[in-house]
């Protein structure tokens, strides 16, 4: 089979297409033939070695896909040969054929086509975990949601809706915002704005309750000045690259609470996964919540693929097709 292999930590030019053996599904996996994969942030993070759980070389990127089930492993159940799944694998997705835990496995309604199925997995948990399991959201609150027109914010936008949510979003281009307000955000506003902080103040009289802090860096002290009293502040990424510096006492003028989200310790999380799946698979059978798909890549474009992400051009989830 095809794959993209990686032998030493880098950039995009370290992506090499190799021919690798198809592998076999071991007791409690499950083979499927990849039909999509959607490519995110932290799949970059992990090929330069700078993601948080650490890259063991060599080794085959890519943790979320969709794909037909090819073959079971001894002990599976409730999956069967031929059906569409999505699937949170950790790696080994940039690939024809990959196998991966039964538990990993997740269902697709019927609705959705394969790239959306590719599209689903780590943007929607993330969002349902960051805002109902540790943002405590509560119907009528405010949330506002940064990169509001990429994979995670398209899908942040969607699963903050169907809470109940007021959704304030932020982007770097109007046609980003442009998506958030067809997606439903209440409004939209650009993260350049240099009032950026009086607008939010004005929107909802005294800051928001939450906010789903993506970009890192100096913006960091600007996003905890954007927090109503006892507000939280969900940290799931750093895509400036930069340091934040935090004041703790800068927390306790307000009783804020700053949150980290790490979507990997919830996979092992039966429950929390089951409650996630409830919440979710409802909304998407019935077109409430659908996946934002954007540009796709032939998997042996991968390392364009990247730079596309990097340059931050893309809108909803970047898919490779092997």
Same mark, same amino acid.
């Given at each position: 089979?095809?794959?993209?292999?990686?032998?030493?930590?880098?950039?995009?030019?370290?992506?090499?297409?190799?021919?690798?053996?198809?592998?076999?599904?071991?007791? =409690?996996?499950?083979? *499927?033939? $990849?039909?999509?994969?959607?490519?995110?942030?932290?799949?970059?993070? &992990?090929? @330069?070695? /700078?993601?948080?759980?650490?890259?063991?070389?060599?080794?085959?990127?890519?943790?979320?896909?969709?794909?037909?089930?090819?073959?079971?492993?001894?002990?599976?159940?409730?999956?069967?040969?031929?059906?569409?799944?999505?699937?949170?694998?950790?790696?080994?997705?940039?690939?024809?054929?990959?196998?991966?835990?039964?538990?990993?496995?997740?269902?697709?309604?019927?609705?959705?086509?394969?790239?959306?199925a590719a599209a689903l997995p780590v943007s929607f948990y993330t969002a349902f975990f960051a805002l109902h399991t540790l943002g405590q959201a509560k119907v009528g609150e405010s949330v506002l949601i940064?990169?509001?027109?990429?994979?995670? =914010?398209?899908?942040? *936008?969607? $699963?903050?809706?169907?809470?109940?949510?007021?959704?304030?979003?932020? &982007?770097? @281009?109007? /046609?980003?915002?442009?998506?958030?307000?067809?997606?439903?955000?209440?409004?939209?506003?650009?993260?350049?704005?240099?009032?950026?902080?009086?607008?939010?103040?004005?929107?909802?009289?005294?800051?928001?309750?939450?906010?789903?802090?993506?970009?890192?860096?100096?913006?960091?002290?600007?996003?905890?000045?954007?927090?109503?009293?006892?507000?939280?502040?969900?940290?799931?990424?750093?895509?400036?690259?930069?340091?934040?510096?935090?004041?703790?006492?800068?927390?306790?003028?307000?009783?804020?609470?700053?949150?980290g989200v790490w979507l990997a310790p919830f996979l092992a999380d039966r429950e929390a996964m089951l409650e996630a799946t409830q919440f979710l698979t409802p909304l998407l059978a019935t077109g409430h919540?659908?996946?934002?798909?954007?540009?796709?890549f032939p998997l042996e474009e991968a390392a364009q693929a990247f730079q596309y992400v990097l340059q931050r051009a893309s809108t909803g989830k970047v898919v490779l097709e092997p």
């Amino acid at each position: 089979m095809k794959a993209i292999l990686v032998e030493k930590l880098g950039g995009p030019e370290v992506l090499q297409l190799a021919e690798l053996p198809k592998p076999a599904p071991k007791a =409690g996996e499950v083979l *499927v033939r $990849v039909r999509a994969i959607g490519l995110n942030f932290a799949d970059i993070l &992990a090929v @330069r070695g /700078e993601y948080l759980a650490p890259t063991r070389l060599p080794y085959i990127p890519g943790m979320e896909f969709s794909g037909i089930v090819e073959e079971l492993g001894e002990g599976v159940e409730g999956v069967q040969p031929g059906q569409l799944v999505a699937a949170l694998g950790g790696s080994g997705a940039f690939a024809e054929y990959t196998a991966v835990p039964a538990r990993a496995v997740l269902p697709v309604p019927s609705n959705l086509n394969a790239y959306e199925a590719a599209a689903l997995p780590v943007s929607f948990y993330t969002a349902f975990f960051a805002l109902h399991t540790l943002g405590q959201a509560k119907v009528g609150e405010s949330v506002l949601i940064q990169a509001a027109g990429g994979a995670l =914010g398209t899908a942040s *936008v969607q $699963v903050a809706k169907a809470m109940g949510l007021q959704v304030i979003a932020t &982007a770097s @281009r109007k /046609e980003k915002l442009e998506l958030a307000r067809s997606l439903g955000a209440d409004q939209a506003f650009l993260s350049s704005d240099p009032t950026l902080e009086s607008k939010v103040r004005q929107v909802t009289g005294k800051g928001v309750d939450l906010l789903m802090e993506l970009v890192g860096g100096e913006g960091f002290a600007q996003s905890l000045r954007m927090l109503a009293p006892r507000g939280r502040l969900l940290v799931i990424g750093s895509a400036s690259q930069q340091q934040a510096t935090l004041r703790p006492v800068e927390l306790m003028k307000k009783n804020l609470s700053v949150i980290g989200v790490w979507l990997a310790p919830f996979l092992a999380d039966r429950e929390a996964m089951l409650e996630a799946t409830q919440f979710l698979t409802p909304l998407l059978a019935t077109g409430h919540v659908k996946p934002v798909v954007g540009r796709v890549f032939p998997l042996e474009e991968a390392a364009q693929a990247f730079q596309y992400v990097l340059q931050r051009a893309s809108t909803g989830k970047v898919v490779l097709e092997p």
